[in-house]
């Protein structure tokens, strides 16, 4: 009967001293240390190394399942008066596998940064000895991770993606870490994210997110929204091209000095890529402006456009021609002057004959006199010999003007005429 009395009463005191301590630490232990013991009186088969500081269940267990088959009687008795170790936990477990609660045994404790030394104290075990090192635990972490997401993929001017999406989702946390990552898509439930989501489903989706840190803190559920279309449907059709040509036209439609070539090409699906010209006999190359024409003749130019999807279209001409500017207008005549003898004088015969299609106004002028007709017709002349008073005269030059309108403006034309020298009587 001893053998059950003494350890029920030492249970007693060992467990209310913990009970006080795990009271005082206001909530559950979270680590468990265990002690074990066997037949041996030299050593305990078992024991912890280490602890963190903070609330600790200690277990101290010696039976027939921990190797005690003799029915061997220990404890585990925490040193409260050694130099040198920690003294503020009282800790003093009788256990023998046939004591009431079957050598098992369970004490709340609150352990604190230091070394403890523990041992047995039944007499002739003073080798059953050891020491339980106990580190801080360190500033508690209580702050959730930082968790974002962010989407890539090809978007559309609209800013949605083409196909896909992908959803990236990143967390972190200083203190004691991202223990957990989750996302759930759209309706679905939350699942572990290991790897970027690809998202092709076409339509609007909302991914959410959250994450957990080591120390059980949880972050806020974040959330991206985005939207999945279909691709365009393969650009097949070539670009419309189309060729304009302006420039100064005469009255047939030729370009006067120059004609200039303006290519236009549209594409309604991938859109123009290039756009080639080819002038007459030319090779096709690339049409960055405007095409300047200025040759005299009549010109072809070939042009054709391709879209970003390759397809390239036929290609069309467009043929023009291109003339000289016409000459000045003038109001022609046909100029002669004569000398002559009309008995022993000298007269000077000028004649302006009207080449044009309109009346003229023409003006005669010698060295003798000067006179001015109008109203020429078209064909007709205008005449006027004019008496030099003179037996002789040298050579000389006569001046004629014509006037006419011509494309309702008066142009003045001028000509000479030269007469020879004579000598009359
Ligand atoms: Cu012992």
Redesign the pocket.
């Known amino acids: 009967m001893l053998a059950v009395a003494l350890p029920t009463v030492w249970l007693s005191g060992a467990g209310a001293a913990a009970q006080s301590q795990s009271q005082q630490a206001g909530q559950a232990a979270e680590q468990t240390l265990v002690w074990t ?1 066997d037949n041996s ?1 030299t050593e305990y088969k078992s024991a912890p190394a280490t602890a963190t500081a903070g609330p600790v269940t200690i277990v101290f267990e010696t039976n027939e399942s921990t190797g005690n088959t003799f029915g ?4 585990l008795t925490f040193d409260v008066s050694s130099p040198g170790y920690n003294h503020d936990v009282n800790v003093n477990i009788l256990a023998s596998p046939f004591d009431t609660s079957g050598g098992r045994h369970e004490v709340q404790v609150n352990l604190t940064p230091g070394t403890y030394r523990y041992y ?1 104290m ?1 007499p002739g ?1 003073a080798g ?1 000895v050891g020491e339980l090192v106990v580190t801080s635990a360190g500033p508690t972490d209580t702050t959730p991770p930082q968790v974002s997401a962010s989407v890539s993929g090809d978007k559309d001017a609209d800013g949605n993606y083409v196909s896909s999406a992908s959803v990236t989702v990143s967390a972190t946390d200083d203190e004691s870490g991202v223990d957990t990552v989750e996302y759930a898509l759209d309706n679905g439930a939350f699942q572990a994210y290991t790897a970027p989501v690809a998202v092709n489903q076409v339509g609007q989706h909302t991914v959410r997110y959250r994450a957990a840190d080591k120390a059980g803190n949880a972050s806020a559920v974040g959330s991206v929204t985005f939207t999945v279309v279909a691709p365009k449907p393969k650009d097949t059709t070539p670009p419309t091209v189309s060729a304009a040509v302006s420039g100064t036209k005469d009255a047939h439609g030729d370009y006067v000095d120059s004609a200039t070539v303006t290519i236009s090409a549209t594409d309604a699906d991938s859109g123009v890529d290039t756009v080639e010209y080819a002038l007459d006999a030319g090779a096709f190359q690339a049409y960055t402006a405007p095409v300047p024409v200025s040759q005299v003749g009549e010109h072809t130019v070939r042009y054709r456009a391709t879209d970003k999807a390759g397809n390239t279209s036929g290609v069309a001409t467009t043929t023009f021609t291109v003339v000289a500017a016409p000459p000045p207008a003038r109001t022609p005549l046909t100029v002669t002057a004569a000398s002559r003898c009309l008995g022993t004088s000298v007269y000077v015969a000028v004649a302006a004959v009207n080449d044009g299609d309109v009346p003229a106004t023409v003006t005669l002028t010698t060295p003798y006199g000067s006179t001015t007709v109008a109203n020429v017709a078209p064909g007709k002349q205008a005449y006027q010999s004019f008496n030099a008073r003179a037996k002789q005269i040298g050579a000389g030059k006569v001046t004629v003007t014509g006037t006419s309108s011509i494309d309702g403006e008066n142009v003045t034309t001028s000509y000479e005429a030269a007469y020879n020298a004579i000598s009359c009587g």
Do not use: G, L, Q, V
């Open positions: 013991a009186y061997m009687t220990h404890t047995c039944i075990h059953m």
